[in-house]
């Protein structure tokens, strides 16, 4: 069965911390991994799709990054408006049926 | 910049009534999508649509569920008889063929 495992659950940064979140995937065909922000009771906020191993892709303070197994999302001098929940999700060819990570929580403290 | 409207913000309904969620995708966006997101946990896919048929559904959508897009703009969801269990919110995304699938601010939709 396709499974979406993201670590850590919880992660909290003091202002200009960097790190990195995990998505680890094990699907049957991989046709792209997502990448969202879903800040509370709001919708998700499309930030990357990664469609094979080896790419990566920048936007401002976020990177993301992808293997066969796992993508990464490193977040470089986080500011406090990046807190937010971050979801990974996978689409598998012959299936429209986005599946979804249970999400990391960043919290940065100033 | 285009975006995926969602109406109403808020549904509050008794169980066993019938609820219609509307959404208004991306205007040159083909593919269309519903998914529910229970409180505190992981965002679920429901259906996509495509050409005006169903193209996937998962296990959640069953008979009580229908989808339907009425006129060139709006993308409905329709709950037949809702049960407590189906309180969560409910997002719409849409895409314009490349995969990428942007959501709605989601209705949240509470059953007493």
């Known amino acids: 069965e396709d499974q979406v495992t993201q670590s850590p659950e919880a992660l909290r940064l003091q202002e200009g911390e960097s790190s990195s979140l995990n998505c680890s995937y094990t699907?049957?065909?991989?046709?792209?991994l997502f990448w969202y922000r879903q800040d509370p009771g709001k919708g998700p906020e499309f930030l990357f799709t990664l469609y094979s191993a080896g790419e990566e892709k920048e936007k401002e303070r976020l990177k993301a990054t992808l293997t066969k197994k796992e993508s990464f999302l490193h977040i470089t001098a986080p500011k406090p408006e990046d807190s937010a929940t971050y979801l990974c999700?996978?689409?598998?060819?012959?299936?429209?049926?986005?599946?979804f990570g249970a999400g990391t929580r960043l919290t940065v403290k100033p | 910049e285009p975006e995926v409207t969602q109406t109403p913000s808020h549904q509050v309904t008794q169980m066993g009534q019938e609820v219609i969620l509307r959404c208004v995708p991306i205007s040159n966006h083909l593919y269309f999508y519903w998914y529910r997101q229970i409180l505190g946990q992981k965002v679920e896919f429901l259906v996509s649509f495509y050409n005006n048929e169903i193209s996937e559904k998962s296990e959640i959508f069953d008979d009580q569920f229908s989808v339907e897009r009425p006129d060139g703009s709006n993308f409905t969801l329709k709950i037949r008889s809702t049960k407590l269990e189906d309180s969560a919110m409910y997002f719409c995304?849409?895409?314009?063929?490349?995969?990428?699938?942007?959501f709605g601010p989601g209705t949240r939709l509470t059953v007493t």
């Open positions: 999700a996978v689409l598998v060819y012959n299936n429209n049926d986005m599946r």
């Open positions: 699907v049957s065909g991989l046709r792209g």
């Open positions: 995304a849409s895409d314009g063929g490349s995969y990428e699938q942007y």
